[in-house]
Every structure is written in structure tokens, then in C-alpha cells.
């Protein structure tokens, strides 16, 4: 019988490895057909092709030298939970070169060995610091994304 935590772990590194070299097509193939990756910045994407675009046109597009780690993994086989230490170079205008880092915590819904729903809670605004966004610009994302945090959101 095999362990859900060692699987959990190898199917979250092989989509995590896959995102950091700009592999959207294998970051989508971690995940079932109809699967959501819910992003901290961009949102939700549904689907593979949604996921692939997401990576290659999203986070590749604003950002270079990716660096993504995993701890202290755990799943039962349907829910896994793994803290992750993530970093990356910017592209966005204004920011360009900085070199930003991360942690959070991953919640993973599993389904036949794959990803049904990826989602990630971290501090965002500790990132948008470090791009040395002006505190007007950190302070409106920051208020966007606490009107979806509500009930009924926005």
C-alpha cells in the first residue's frame, strides 16, 4: 500500500518544478481535466488549458528565476496541506529586478492521484513590499482582495 503523504509530495513537486521552468503543459497535467488552481495574485484558473495559459502567460510573462520549496507535507489520499517557501525574480514595470520572496501554505483536493483544486494562503502584501510598489498601490490591491475575502465577496 502506498503513502498518501509521499504521493502528495512527489504529484505537488512535479507541478511546482513544472511552474518554475514556465512548463505550463505539465503543471496542467498534475491536475484533473476540470481542475482550479486558485492563485494569491491572478485568481482562479478552471481547466488545464486555463492552468497551462496561467503559467506561461501570467506568472512567466512577470516574473523570471523561480525558486519553489515545499515542507512539512501531509495529506490522507484526498486533502494535502504542504508549507512552501516561494521566490522569484520581477518583471513588472517599476519593479523590474527585484527579487521577491514568500512562504505560505498550499490546500490540495485530490482525485484519482491528481490535483481537483489547488489553493494557497500567504501574506501578499510582504511581496508587493518587496517590488517596492508605492504604499497607494499596496493599499489598493490589499483592499480588492479583502472585499473578496467577505461573504459574497467584492
Not at 506568472?59 to 522569484?88: I, K, Q, V
Not at 523590474?96 to 481537483?116: E, K, P, T
Amino acid at each position: 500500500m502506498s503513502d498518501p503523504t509521499t504521493e502528495f509530495r512527489a504529484l505537488s513537486e512535479r507541478m511546482t518544478q513544472a511552474i518554475c521552468r514556465g512548463d505550463g503543459a505539465a503543471a496542467a497535467a498534475c491536475f484533473v481535466p476540470d481542475g482550479i488552481y486558485h492563485d494569491g495574485f491572478y485568481g482562479e484558473f478552471s481547466g488545464r488549458e486555463a492552468i497551462r495559459d496561467m503559467v506561461e502567460n501570467r506568472f512567466h510573462a512577470n516574473a523570471r528565476d523561480f525558486s519553489w520549496t515545499l515542507s512539512d507535507a501531509l495529506s490522507d489520499g484526498s486533502l494535502g496541506y504542504a508549507r512552501y517557501g516561494f521566490s522569484y525574480t520581477s518583471k513588472i514595470p517599476g519593479s523590474v529586478g527585484a527579487r521577491v520572496f514568500f512562504s505560505g501554505i498550499s490546500q490540495v483536493r485530490l482525485q484519482d492521484g491528481l490535483i481537483a483544486r489547488y489553493g494557497e494562503v500567504f501574506d501578499r502584501g510582504i511581496a508587493l513590499a518587496q517590488m517596492n510598489f508605492p504604499p497607494e498601490r499596496i493599499a489598493k490591491s490589499l483592499a480588492r482582495w479583502a472585499a473578496e475575502e467577505k461573504p459574497g465577496g467584492k
